[in-house]
Structure formats: structure tokens, C-alpha cells
């Protein structure tokens, strides 16, 4: 998910009231409007341009942006045809053509558009991902995805947030192993196999899988990495030895699909498809892969915490465990702390950890979990990739591992997903009781 960032400052009106001489200084403070909520005013903007431009494609491109948010289709469609016309060989456009038309499930349209683009060899490898994307959409398209979601969400297995809170209390009360793991689009990247169909996907994959790096680790030069590849296998035995899998639901999907999404797409019916099978073998149960955001919306969190077992900690905030152990009934017994996600580092703040998350504080967490069993202790895990591995440990030894991700950030101040934009539902109480259930 992506992070929640400050809005932009919105231009001054008057900074720039017509389109002048200077069409990009224009599309700029069109787009500034807009993505400050200003729609009128950037549409203001985006008319002159179109006017007094109508040889260039920036009007055309930014007028389709805004009728596709608006839900005009085919208008959308119509300007982004006009914008390639101006200029056949810009790249900025055909991208968001072919998105738009894949989005709206004209994939035939989307893969023409595509193979009459002039891509110079600078633009090949972009112009190939979307090549194989369309292929995937085509390969695996909506209606699919949409079948797998909806055949988790009505499993018998699959568990409300009241049903995941007392699992996790029947695990720790009667001192036995448990883990629940989230699956989001970074696992759907590493769990995806480039190998797949003969490596018909393989560019898309390895441009999803170096993106996910940068954002965990502020680089992707672990792409090829023996020792990291290993892990794949690892993860997969963690998913399919765990108690609840958190996975995509049809929304998400929906939205996805919806913008022709390269990385969202793939990854999120990734996870689908990899999971189908557990649900007609051995018994894992599933829940919604914001289960972290209800379970502690519903105040299942904080009566875990009150509940009087010891608690464990996995999280890149240094304060964290402190501000548990205020909490009135909340028993801290162990905290271990890994860098932080490196994308979000300036909200974050940095850890001043030496060395990375993998191998460094990876081989330390991991070898101080397996240093001793941890019956009846629920363990809070926020790390990403890696936590899942965590959560993997932590159950082999007895443990209960609950994978609460982005809610570590939250309860430490932090926005770091769109979600968490209004952090007062999100609070650490210092009480037994959270705020207002379902408040988002």
C-alpha cells in the first residue's frame, strides 16, 4: 500500500491564469489543483491548455485524467487518443492510454495502441511491461480474480474479526502454537514465480520484485541474491503451516483491475492463486488482509494486551515497547527491534540500526526466537517480508504470532499508509478501552 504523503500546497489562482507561453509550467499547476481536490480549478487550467495548445498532448492527457476519475470512460478514452495523436511518440501518454483502456477491459484496444507506439530503445523495457501486463490481464483476467477472492471471503474458513480475536485467545489460553500472516503486493511480488509459464511474465515480475526492494530495503540489489532468493520457499512453507492467512478481498481487486494496475494486478492475484489450494486441503483459515486495521478498530488488540500474557514485540520503533508497558495489564517480556522500511523512513524516522534488515537483524531476530520456546506469549510482529518468517518461528516454538503490520506505525504517530490519515482511531490507549469501533 502506499504511503500517505503531506497534500500539496495548491498554486495561487491567480499564479497562473492562462496557459501563456509555457504549457508545462500549465499541466503543473493543473496538476497541483487537482491533487489538492481542486478539480474546477485544474478543469479551468486543462480547458485553456486545449485551446490555445491543441497540437500538444499535455491538454488532451491531462483532460482524460480527469474525466476517468470523474467515470467518463469513453470521453477519457477519446482525449487520450487525441494526446497520441499530437504526439505519437510520448511515452507518458501511451502508458496512461493503455492503462485507461485495460482498466476498462478493452484489452484488444489496449495491446493495438501499444503495438503501434514508436518506442525508441530508451522506452523498450516500459513499453514491454505493459506488453506484459496486458498478456496477464488477458491470462488472468478480472472475472478470475474476482472468482478466487469471493471464494475465500464465502469459505466456511474464512473468519470475521470477532472469530480471528478468539482464536488468538483460545491459542494463548491454552498455551498452544499460532500464527497469522498478511499477505499484501510485496509478498504477491516475491511470491510470484518469474519462472512461470516458461517466464512469460518474467520482466513484469522483476520490475514489481525491485520496486518492493527499494521500498523494504532502500535498494534492490538483493534481486538476484542467493540467499535471499531462498527465502521464497520459506515464505510459502509459512503461508501454508500458518493458522489465519489475511489475503486479498474483492475490492481490492476491483480497484486494481480497475487501473490496470502493473504491480497491484499481478501481485494481488498472485496471492490468490496461491492460496486457492489451502482451501480444499489440511486446515487454514483466512480473514481479510486488513484484519490488523479491525482487529484493532474493534479493540480486540488492546483485550489481548490486557488479557495478562507476556508480550512480545518485533517492530522498528525504539519506543514502542515502552509505551506498551504502560499500558495497565500489559506484560512486556521481549522486544526486538529491526530497521525500519526504508521508503518511509523520513516518517518513520531511522533506527540508527548498523547494517540492514537482511541479513544483519534478520539472522539476529531469527536466532534469538529460536533461542528458547515461547508458549502462551503473544508476539506482535511488524516487519514487513521478513515478518512473515518471524511469525513462522515464533509458532515452532509455541508461540502466538500475530503479523499487525502497519499498526505498529500508527500506534507510534506515524501515517505510513493512506488508512492511517486520521491517527486519532488509531491511538495506543492507556486504557483498557480503544476508541470508537469502525472508526476509520
Same mark, same amino acid.
Given at each position: 500500500?502506499?504511503?500517505?504523503?503531506?497534500?500539496?500546497?495548491?498554486?495561487?489562482?491567480?499564479?497562473?491564469?492562462?496557459?501563456?507561453?509555457?504549457?508545462?509550467?500549465?499541466?503543473?499547476?493543473?496538476?497541483?489543483?487537482? @491533487?489538492?481536490?481542486?478539480?474546477?480549478?485544474a478543469?479551468?487550467?486543462? =480547458?485553456?491548455?486545449?485551446?490555445?495548445?491543441?497540437?500538444?498532448?499535455? %491538454?488532451?492527457?491531462e483532460?482524460?485524467?480527469l474525466?476517468?476519475?470523474?467515470?467518463?470512460?469513453?470521453?477519457?478514452?477519446?482525449?487520450?487518443?487525441?494526446?497520441?495523436?499530437? @504526439?505519437?511518440?510520448?511515452l507518458?501518454?501511451?502508458?496512461?492510454?493503455?492503462?485507461q483502456?485495460?482498466?476498462?477491459?478493452r484489452?484488444?484496444?489496449?495491446? #493495438?495502441?501499444?503495438?503501434?507506439?514508436?518506442?525508441?530503445?530508451? &522506452?523498450?523495457?516500459?513499453?514491454?511491461?505493459?506488453a506484459?501486463?496486458? =498478456?496477464?490481464? &488477458?491470462?488472468?483476467?478480472?472475472?478470475?480474480?474476482?472468482?478466487? $477472492?469471493?471464494?475465500?471471503?464465502?469459505?466456511?474458513?474464512?473468519? @470475521?474479526?470477532?472469530?480471528?480475536?478468539?482464536?488468538?485467545a483460545?491459542?494463548?489460553?491454552?498455551?498452544?502454537?499460532?500464527?497469522?500472516?498478511?499477505?499484501?503486493?510485496?509478498e504477491?511480488?516475491?511470491?510470484?514465480?518469474p519462472?512461470?509459464?516458461?517466464?512469460?511474465?518474467?520482466?513484469?515480475?522483476?520490475?514489481?520484485?525491485?520496486?518492493?526492494?527499494?521500498?523494504?530495503?532502500?535498494?534492490? =540489489?538483493?534481486?538476484?541474491r542467493?540467499?535471499?532468493?531462498?527465502?521464497?520457499?520459506?515464505?510459502?512453507?509459512?503461508?501454508?503451516a500458518?493458522?489465519?492467512?489475511?489475503?486479498?478481498?474483492p475490492?481490492?481487486?476491483?480497484?486494481?483491475y480497475?487501473?490496470?494496475s502493473?504491480?497491484g494486478?499481478?501481485?494481488?492475484t498472485?496471492?490468490?492463486?496461491?492460496?486457492?489450494?489451502?482451501?480444499?486441503?489440511?486446515?487454514t483459515?483466512?480473514?481479510?488482509?486488513d484484519?490488523?486495521?479491525?482487529?484493532?478498530?474493534?479493540?480486540?488488540?488492546?483485550?489481548?494486551?490486557a488479557?495478562?500474557?507476556?508480550?512480545?514485540?518485533?517492530t522498528?520503533?525504539p519506543?514502542?515497547?515502552?509505551?506498551l508497558a504502560?499500558?495497565?495489564?500489559?506484560r512486556?517480556? $521481549?522486544?526486538?527491534l529491526?530497521?525500519?522500511?526504508k521508503?518511509?523512513?523520513?516518517?518513520?524516522?531511522?533506527?540508527?540500526?548498523?547494517?540492514p534488515h537482511?541479513?544483519?537483524?534478520?539472522?539476529?531476530?531469527?536466532?534469538r526466537l529460536?533461542?528458547?520456546?515461547?508458549?502462551?506469549?503473544?508476539?506482535?510482529? #511488524?516487519?514487513g517480508?521478513l515478518?512473515?518468517?518471524?511469525?513462522r518461528?515464533i509458532?515452532?516454538?509455541?508461540?502466538?504470532?500475530v503479523?499487525?503490520?502497519?499498526?505498529?506505525?500508527?500506534?507510534? %504517530?506515524?501515517?505510513?499508509?493512506?488508512?492511517?490519515?486520521?491517527?486519532?482511531c488509531?491511538?495506543?490507549?492507556?486504557g483498557? &478501552?480503544?476508541?470508537?469501533?469502525?472508526a476509520?
Amino acid at each position: 500500500m502506499m504511503a500517505a504523503e503531506p497534500m500539496p500546497r495548491a498554486p495561487a489562482r491567480g499564479g497562473w491564469a492562462r496557459a501563456g507561453a509555457d504549457p508545462v509550467a500549465a499541466v503543473r499547476a493543473a496538476e497541483a489543483l487537482r @491533487d489538492c481536490g481542486d478539480v474546477l480549478g485544474a478543469a479551468a487550467i486543462v =480547458a485553456e491548455l486545449c485551446r490555445l495548445f491543441p497540437h500538444l498532448p499535455y %491538454g488532451w492527457r491531462e483532460r482524460a485524467v480527469l474525466r476517468r476519475r470523474a467515470g467518463d470512460g469513453p470521453g477519457a478514452a477519446q482525449d487520450f487518443a487525441r494526446a497520441r495523436a499530437a @504526439d505519437p511518440g510520448d511515452l507518458l501518454t501511451l502508458v496512461q492510454s493503455v492503462r485507461q483502456l485495460a482498466g476498462a477491459g478493452r484489452l484488444a484496444e489496449a495491446q #493495438a495502441c501499444l503495438s503501434a507506439f514508436p518506442a525508441r530503445p530508451a &522506452q523498450a523495457g516500459r513499453v514491454e511491461r505493459l506488453a506484459q501486463l496486458i =498478456a496477464y490481464m &488477458q491470462r488472468h483476467p478480472e472475472a478470475e480474480a474476482m472468482r478466487l $477472492a469471493m471464494a475465500v471471503r464465502e469459505s466456511p474458513r474464512h473468519l @470475521d474479526t470477532a472469530s480471528v480475536e478468539a482464536r488468538i485467545a483460545a491459542a494463548l489460553a491454552g498455551r498452544n502454537p499460532f500464527s497469522l500472516v498478511r499477505l499484501g503486493d510485496g509478498e504477491g511480488a516475491w511470491i510470484s514465480d518469474p519462472e512461470e509459464e516458461d517466464g512469460r511474465f518474467r520482466n513484469l515480475y522483476r520490475h514489481n520484485r525491485k520496486r518492493i526492494l527499494r521500498t523494504w530495503f532502500g535498494s534492490d =540489489a538483493l534481486v538476484d541474491r542467493p540467499d535471499f532468493l531462498a527465502l521464497r520457499e520459506r515464505v510459502l512453507e509459512a503461508i501454508r503451516a500458518a493458522s489465519v492467512v489475511g489475503v486479498t478481498y474483492p475490492e481490492r481487486i476491483r480497484h486494481e483491475y480497475g487501473i490496470a494496475s502493473p504491480d497491484g494486478v499481478p501481485s494481488c492475484t498472485n496471492v490468490l492463486r496461491h492460496v486457492a489450494p489451502l482451501l480444499e486441503q489440511g486446515d487454514t483459515a483466512f480473514c481479510t488482509h486488513d484484519i490488523h486495521l479491525d482487529l484493532h478498530l474493534s479493540g480486540a488488540l488492546h483485550r489481548l494486551l490486557a488479557s495478562g500474557h507476556p508480550v512480545g514485540l518485533i517492530t522498528c520503533h525504539p519506543a514502542l515497547a515502552a509505551a506498551l508497558a504502560r499500558r495497565p495489564g500489559t506484560r512486556v517480556a $521481549a522486544a526486538l527491534l529491526v530497521p525500519e522500511e526504508k521508503r518511509f523512513a523520513a516518517v518513520i524516522g531511522a533506527t540508527g540500526m548498523p547494517g540492514p534488515h537482511f541479513p544483519d537483524a534478520f539472522g539476529r531476530v531469527t536466532a534469538r526466537l529460536r533461542g528458547r520456546d515461547w508458549p502462551g506469549v503473544l508476539w506482535l510482529v #511488524a516487519a514487513g517480508y521478513l515478518g512473515k518468517l518471524y511469525c513462522r518461528e515464533i509458532a515452532a516454538r509455541g508461540g502466538v504470532a500475530v503479523d499487525i503490520g502497519s499498526i505498529a506505525d500508527a500506534w507510534s %504517530g506515524k501515517a505510513t499508509r493512506p488508512g492511517l490519515a486520521d491517527l486519532a482511531c488509531y491511538r495506543l490507549e492507556t486504557g483498557d &478501552q480503544p476508541g470508537p469501533a469502525g472508526a476509520r
